[in-house]
């Protein structure tokens, strides 16, 4: 690697990132194709797409163990682990983000939302045939709804920004996949003509009334493998800034999907769809990992 692009890199990642794929170079490690799995202290990052996207230099891996989406009234608590992965490389002075090896960059992890179906749906208006069939599900005590985050478009990271807490350190383009019988398996907030566009950061927000501020943190960083591997704990990501468009495809099995337009405004009805900004809430706490691709590859 020559001094010139040495010098690119730091100007355009963070100094302790920048630091990373100097040290890589250092070391003089060659660049063989992927051939088994990473071991040890690198073993989070099987998906890392080395294989198939050989310029990739830095791999990511990153899991939120906790936090909440709320899209209007609705608040959706994050208990369950979700995992973004993939990797990044420098083109034309801009870091480039590269989904993940097997197509799961962001995992697709049902979370529980709390009150289920009636939570969710104000049904009084609903003309007969419609109501029956409601109030059935409900006899039969199928309420529970899942709310999944669902990747629709290019995500974009820039460590610098995370690091300084200054601007945007995650760009996540998604929708949200409600699930339950009654609501079928096409029921979705957003779509990849019309994403949720969530622009996270470790900073403080500025949302419109009536969100308030809300602060993000870098978290504590811990340096591994001769600084080759940087581990953030106590990562959390925020905005609070975001809008989120009407539901769509909602009970499209019932009927022959003829009350779908009905049941997707009775979901907008009572969660508050479409929801403008500063009536929604993004709140990702966990931790990251940033790998050297050549470290990955060397602990094979």
Partial sequence: MSNVNIGRRRRVLSPLIAGLVVAVAALGLAAPALAGKPTGNWANFTQCPLGNHPSVELCIF??????????????????????????????????????????????????????????????????????????????????????????????????????????????????????????????????????????????????????KPITGSLGELEALESGLLLRLKKNSLVNNTFSAPSAEGCGSQILFGLFTGLIDGAVGAEVGLPSESGHNTAILNGTQEVGAAEGVRASE
């Fill in 62 to 211: 990153a899991e939120t163990t906790s936090g909440e989406f709320k899209i209007g009234s609705t608040a959706v608590p994050l208990e369950k682990r979700i995992t973004l992965q993939g990797g990044t490389y420098e083109e034309s002075g801009k870091v480039k983000f590269v989904n993940a090896a097997n197509g799961e960059t962001l995992s697709k992890t049902p979370q529980t939302v709390p009150g289920g179906l009636l939570k969710i749906m104000s049904p009084e208006f609903f003309p007969e045939p419609l109501k029956k069939i409601f109030n059935e599900f409900i006899d039969k005590g199928i309420t529970g709804v899942t709310a999944t985050t669902e990747q629709v478009g290019e995500i974009a990271l820039n460590f610098e920004n995370e690091i300084s807490g200054k601007g945007v350190a995650l760009i996540l383009p998604v929708r949200v996949h409600l699930e339950n019988s009654f609501l079928g398996n096409s029921c979705y907030v957003g779509s990849k003509a019309h994403p949720i566009t969530v622009e996270l950061i470790t900073g403080t927000t500025s949302p419109p009334l009536p969100n």
